[in-house]
């Protein structure tokens, strides 16, 4: 019997050891079975950057990370390495900021403006191609405790941030690692993780080509200036599926540098939660946005624009495509706006089309719940309006509106920077300025401002006042070409829309009932 016991034994031992092994596939190699240590405590980052390294030398693998807590400091990917985390499986980044070399590459093209661009990351690759992370596992940046020794480090001055923000008093963003930095490469997929808590921004993709983002959790909030996602400059990219919350803005397209583009942009059946704006063309607009295409997305407690769309930098916007979002307790619906505060000339805003929207505006903050919020705005204000501007001489062009509800929480007061409309005159241009839905002040419409632009179309357009509010509907002032067909206010008395200083307006027998004056 005893033996009989013994040889059993054995079997189950046998298929046991079998069964583990089975789990590596070929081409698998299993982080803990080359040194890595997953206790959470133990440095790990020589250890998996030599292994990386290595199986990029022979052609390319597959480092499966399995239960457990593997502390490391940067690690640079390289073509062909893909990085597997099982279920339970979380790579952590160290909190120490000497663990963090900054990324050099020469051939980096010049960036129109370099003071929130950090060239630090935790996950770094620059000219890597066809690399992989994916799992049920979690990527945490450990960012709170690493922007806080950063922090500590600049006023004990061992670590002098040049940049440091005295005004809110933290680190600027070039001193805080971000959570990926993917620079100069191809064919990248990150699909299935959980990826948390970079010290500054967080999945971060810089003048890369053919990028797959599917079934991610992205909360990135530890710090302030935490973006989820920045795409800049990039060509061919696919973000689906994802659940985004930034402390910062959510989903986010920069243009740093001259002459690049973001090309061929497709976001899908996302949801974002953010305390700046949702979805952001922007701010840096430097070379500039086309061929982008949004659709299906849920937004909820943003503080800021659902669609925020701007070119302030020279950049060129155009061939936009945005339907079929659904935005609830947020601050503000759509923001667009070309400026100008870099670049030799102003850029272009250009063929958008913004269809199938439902957004609903609170009266009060709608971030109030977050634990870090984004900066309030310079004075006390009534609920703003959507808005479409371009400046003198430089129009907005070719935008079209179409199947849009807005409710609105009405209760402005006239004590509040009261704009009345016989001074439309005195809102200010504000060429140069920092693009944001706040930045005009008080304007003189609750539910949509127009100020030079160019073929403008709104049909089945309704907005809904839940109080009332002593301003009109709508404000077009030097708008050319505005087309306007079955406009609905509910809740709304007297005329609700004005038109100044602009020219071929054609509207429907609705629209014309609304107006209250033409100059």
């Known amino acids: ?44 980052t020589d250890v998996l950057q030599n292994l990386i390294d290595s199986l990029n030398q022979k052609g390319g693998g597959t480092i499966v990370f399995p239960k457990g807590r593997f502390l490391s400091g940067r690690l640079e990917m390289k073509s062909n390495v893909d990085l597997y985390l099982k279920k339970n499986a979380v790579l952590l980044g160290s909190t120490n900021i000497y663990d963090y070399a900054t990324v050099v590459d020469k051939d980096h093209p010049k960036a129109g403006k370099t003071d929130d661009l950090s ?92 990028i797959t983002m599917d079934n991610l959790k992205v909360v990135n909030r530890a710090y302030w200036n935490n973006d989820g996602m920045d795409i800049t400059d990039c060509t061919n990219v696919r973000i689906t599926n994802c659940d985004v919350d930034a402390a910062d803005d959510g989903i986010c397209l920069k243009s740093y540098y001259p002459g690049h583009f973001n090309d061929s942009i497709y976001i899908a059946n996302c949801t974002v939660r953010s305390s700046a704006s949702a979805i952001k063309f922007g701010t840096a607009s430097f070379g500039g946005f086309k061929n982008v295409r949004i ?57 958008v089309s913004i269809k199938d929207m439902k957004v609903e505006i609170p009266f009060g903050r709608p971030d109030i719940d977050y634990d870090l919020r984004g900066p309030e705005v310079n004075f006390f204000h ?57 930045m005009f002040g008080e304007l ?57 200083d602009s020219e071929a307006i054609n509207l429907d027998g609705n629209a014309k009932a609304l107006i209250k004056e033409i100059k």
């Open 1 to 44: 019997m005893k033996l009989y016991f013994n040889i059993l034994l054995v079997i189950l031992l046998t298929l046991s050891f079998t069964s583990c092994k089975d789990e590596i596939k070929e081409n698998e190699y299993l982080a803990t079975e080359y040194g890595a240590t997953g206790d959470g405590e133990t440095l790990n």
């Open 119 to 210: 060239k630090m990351g935790f996950l770094i690759s620059n000219k890597a191609k066809n690399f992989k992370l994916y799992g049920e596992g979690m990527i945490d940046g450990q960012g709170l405790g690493l922007a806080l020794n950063v922090d500590s480090l600049h006023h004990t001055k061992e670590k002098i941030d040049p940049r440091y923000n005295y005004r809110r008093m933290r680190p600027n963003e070039t001193a805080r690692p971000k959570l990926f930095l993917f620079m100069h490469s191809e064919n990248i997929v990150v699909e299935g993780l959980h990826l948390r808590n970079g010290a500054c921004w967080g999945l971060c993709f810089d003048l890369c080509k053919n």
């Open 295 to 351: 659709e299906n997305i849920k937004v909820f407690d943003t503080f800021r624009s659902v669609v925020a769309i701007e070119s302030v930098d020279g950049g060129i916007i155009e061939n936009i495509d945005v339907r079929n979002v659904v935005a609830k307790n947020t601050g503000n619906a759509i923001f667009v706006r070309l400026g100008h505060r870099h670049g030799e000339k102003p850029g272009v805003i250009k063929n």
């Open 382 to 438: 009534n609920p703003f309006p959507a808005s479409i501007t371009g400046i003198p001489g430089h129009n907005v062009e070719n935008l079209k509106l179409e199947n849009i509800e807005i409710t609105y929480p009405g209760r402005a007061s006239k004590g509040m920077a009261y704009v009345p409309l016989w001074r439309l005159n005195d809102i200010p241009e504000v060429i140069k300025e920092y693009p944001e839905f706040h």
């Open 444 to 500: 003189p419409a609750y539910g949509m401002y127009v100020r030079h632009a160019n073929n403008i179309s709104f049909n089945n357009v309704t907005f809904i006042l839940k109080d009332k509010d002593f301003r009109p509907a709508y404000v077009f002032d030097d708008v050319k070409e505005l087309s306007m067909t079955n406009i609905k206010v509910v809740n709304s008395k007297d005329a609700q829309i004005i038109i100044k």
